[in-house]
């Protein structure tokens, strides 16, 4: 197909849901991707926090290859080793409890809120949610979602309490008696990279505790190593009771899951909740590829030091550009907030070959993959501060 008609079969058959980039990929390794004309872009933003081994991770592939050939798919009435070898590894890797499996960060949070609803009993339960939060455009997580542009129109988005992230007093305000969890992303993606702050969130399960609710983190995009511990809850030494995993937890191929904490993990029962797809021999195959090609191949660490060195060479440019108001990040989960809109500055870093996002208008997203190097992170800051200087004249 040439890139023309596959641009005008787009715009025939595709429902226009996505605002997209001229950019028609067919190939990606590590962190390059390779367009339809063989051009080259360096890729800071894989696959929307998908691809965080980057593109076709060698051990990824070759689980993927092997299990293919023998079962792809089988429905969860019956029984699969690597299912049940996953749970063990995300237990392994989180806290002692069970989990369920579905196909997506919205499915994960649907489940998490569904399980909330069993555990806590409530004629009109509610769940508190953040402003700026993002939990997936399904209706019980857009719900959840504390964002007005992906909320309007599809009222009512009832069973939610949206209260500013952050701020202790206003949670303490929120909760009633039909209160039955509070649910939170440790750092806002979609919302422009927000943190968590160490008091917020240990008060968050001091609360929980006192009032019996359920305290569920999710960690969609803040899994898999994105910010440099396993999972982002580790930074702050406080478990939750639910933890909603995605994106890079297939190592590029889609999954989610809800993990609960093992003493109240009874709650859910045969035919309360299911997921024809979840947790399939292929994707669990290739899940559990992922979890070992970070672990073997250190890209904790790895993640750590470049988003060190990351947020080092951005301060450097945060000097030169008075257009740069903040730098926030951990791991390798940053975000540079300009004074301006950034469209301009990822469009122009788009043109050089550089792949980064913009949130918030105003606010570019830069989350390479775990096993990016040194020389990548000089390329990407190089081409973002001649996309800069471009842009600012
Ligand atoms: N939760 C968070 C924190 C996310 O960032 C996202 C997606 O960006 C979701 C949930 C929804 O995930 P999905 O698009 O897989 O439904």
Redesign the pocket.
Known sequence: MKKSDILTTYKEYILNTYSRTEGIFVKGKGMTLIDIDGKKYLDFFPG??VNNLGHCHPKVMAAVRDQISKLIHIPNNFYHPNQAKLAKEIIRNTFPGKVFFCN??????EAAIKFARAHGKKNNPEIITMQNS????TLG?LAATGQQKYRKGFDPLPGFKIIPFNDIKAVKEAVTDETIAIML?LIQ??GGINIASQEYVQELRALCDEKKLLLIF?E??TGMGRTGEIFAFKHYGVTPDLM?L??ALGGGLPI?ALVVKKDISYIFTPGMHASTFGGSPLITKASLAAFKAIHAEKMLPNAKAMGKYLMTGLTRLKEKFSCIKDIRGVGLMVGVELTFEGKKVFEKCFENGLIINCTQEKVLRLMPALNVTKKQVDRALYILEKSLKTVTG
């Open positions: 929307w926090g997506s960060g919205a499915e994960g949070c993002f939990h997936g455009r997580a992303e993606g979609e999710d969609v995009q909603v995605a994106k989610g």
